[in-house]
């Protein structure tokens, strides 16, 4: 089954994290997506900029509507993405629990739904 | 013809109490489609009460309904699924449900791993013990509503959506590894314990399925203790439920009046019951280090030595109430520690226990604290204070016959002189 691993954290930490931090960060989730390729797992994944570099469409009545700003304007905000492909949700969970993100904010895996 | 209907029902009837668990199991592990699984042995039941009459009743009939099911599967799985994928995954489970038909004798027991499944963290916990009434034991959502006393409508959701999240979400269907084992098992045991406690809640024994909860969740503790025997938790909770329901029908005297345990007639304790606990309890403390399930067992045990005393061991009981408060951090552990240190070492120990969680403010409604602590205070002489705790627990009692003991221990306390 394919999986999204969805990363939520908290920008305002990320943002203040000093040099050292952020490069040590970097790094896990450099060996992070190794260790997934090894096992053979991993189907895509992607970074986003902070949510400050967002913009929100809706279409209502034939007009989209532009707004600046993420969807929610919550503390934690989605930075990136994993998708996986593993036997099932144990397997999914244990991935998770191994993303660097887990640590300093949380993973929500969802399943992928199949087309 | 009437007569093979009747002989017929009564062997699919048969079956399904003994096995539908198994076969629900068995199916669902290998689809990971918990009401798929359900659905496909509801109808193959039927089609036996239609098929056995005619034909007679297969010589396994087990296995009759496992070829039925399984068509039924394969048919709802072809109309959802198209493509190559799909007939090389349908291909292969048809394979083994073959393969494991043939020896039907042997129909392989996953019914473990689907109670994991039916426990699994990624599962509301209010909605596990529902999930293992109807998985493991075929309960239907209206029976679980009353026992657990909700809405039938709103149990059906739940349970739809519960079993809808098994399938989508893909939690599988496994006993987990070693490393993980007993983070998970407890949510099994907690449960099963649920489905005890709720027929035990019934001390009047006046709801049948209520009561029969209590039999139901003794049921599933034998089956876990029988597929993880080595696992001291496992024959913990299962001593525990026996212990608990040895004093049944001590709880309530012929005027069917509340009894609290330290006053029960021990003649009316089910001797066999207890013995069995023990030995349980024995088995799980080879074990090595005690869970919480032993802990609470080993209570009882210590309760149980009156039938043969003629006293509690409550010096054994202060120290596992201690550990256990410990362990869990639950002031509802400490006010039992509190009862017991009051029997050890007198009243205002108790007490200055019960001080210590006095802030807590869920036991401001909580009925066993006002009633623990009332009950210390009248032994201290401090009437007013006593009678004013009584007053708290007795508007916090919803059992009538609770309600009674606590308004006549309340009344006690104005003929004896303080």
């Not at chain 1, 997934?36 to 279409?59: D, F, N």
């Not at chain 2, 696992?231 to 009046?257: F, I, K, S, T, W």
Request: proline fraction near 5%.
């Amino acid at each position: 089954m394919q999986y999204m691993l969805l990363i939520y954290s908290n920008e305002a930490g990320m943002q203040a994290a000093s040099k050292t931090d952020a490069e040590q960060m970097m790094a896990a989730y450099g060996a992070y997506g190794e260790a997934m390729k090894k096992a053979g797992v991993i189907r895509g994944g992607e970074r986003l900029r902070p949510s400050a570099s967002a913009t929100t469409v809706r279409v209502a009545d034939g007009k989209s509507k532009v707004l600046n700003g993420p969807y929610a304007e919550t503390k934690e905000q989605l930075g990136g993405y994993f998708t996986i492909d593993v036997p099932d949700l144990d397997t999914a969970l244990t991935w998770a629990a191994r993303c660097p993100g887990a640590s300093h904010g949380v993973v929500e895996v969802r399943p992928l739904w199949p087309m | 013809m009437a007569r093979d209907g009747e002989q017929a029902r009564a062997a699919a009837e048969a079956v399904a109490r003994q096995s539908y668990g198994k076969l629900v199991a068995f199916l669902a592990a290998r689809t990971g489609d918990v009401a798929g699984a359900e659905d496909a042995l509801s109808d193959a039941f039927a089609a036996a009460l239609v098929d056995w009459p005619q034909n007679g009743i297969p010589q396994s009939p087990q296995a009759w309904l496992l070829t039925a099911a399984r068509r039924k599967i394969i048919d709802a799985a072809r109309r959802r699924r198209s493509g190559e994928a799909a007939a090389g995954h349908l291909r292969l489970m048809v394979e083994e449900m073959e393969a494991a038909s043939v020896n039907a004798g042997s129909i392989p027991d996953n019914r473990l791993a689907l109670m994991f499944a039916c426990a699994h963290p990624a599962l509301d916990p209010g909605i596990r013990a529902p999930l293992i009434l109807q998985t493991i034991l075929g309960f239907d959502a209206a029976a679980i509503a009353s026992a657990f006393l909700i809405s039938p409508a709103t149990m059906a959701q739940r349970l739809v959506r519960a079993k809808n999240k098994i399938r989508q979400a893909g939690i599988p269907l496994r006993v987990p590894e070693r490393d993980e084992l007993s983070d998970r098992l407890d949510a099994v045991l907690e449960a099963i314990y649920a489905i005890f406690a709720e027929g035990w809640s019934d001390p009047d024994g006046t709801d049948s399925r209520r009561r029969n909860l209590a039999e139901e969740g003794i049921w599933l503790g034998r089956l876990v203790v029988s597929l993880l025997p080595d696992e001291p938790e496992v024959l913990g909770l299962l001593a525990l439920m026996l212990y608990a329901d040895a004093r049944r029908v001590a709880r309530r005297n012929a005027q069917g009046d509340y009894v609290p345990l330290a006053e029960q007639d021990t003649g009316q304790w089910d001797a066999s019951m207890i013995e069995e606990a023990e030995a349980l309890l024995r088995s799980a403390s080879a074990g090595g280090e005690s869970g919480r399930y032993q802990l609470e067992a080993a209570v009882q045990s210590a309760h149980a030595v009156r039938r043969l005393t003629g006293r509690s061991d409550w010096a054994a009981i202060e120290q596992l109430y201690e550990i256990l408060a410990r362990a869990t951090g639950s002031p509802v552990v400490t006010i039992n520690r509190a009862v017991a240190a009051a029997e050890v070492h007198g009243p205002a120990a108790g007490l200055a226990l019960l001080d210590t969680v006095a802030g807590d403010a869920l036991l401001a409604e909580y009925q066993p604290y006002w009633a623990a602590r009332a009950g210390l205070l009248a032994r201290t002489g401090d009437v007013a204070a006593a009678d004013e705790a009584y007053e708290r627990a007795i508007g916090l009692e919803s059992d009538p016959a609770v309600r009674r003991f606590l308004q006549q221990r309340r009344g006690e306390l104005k003929q004896t002189p303080a």
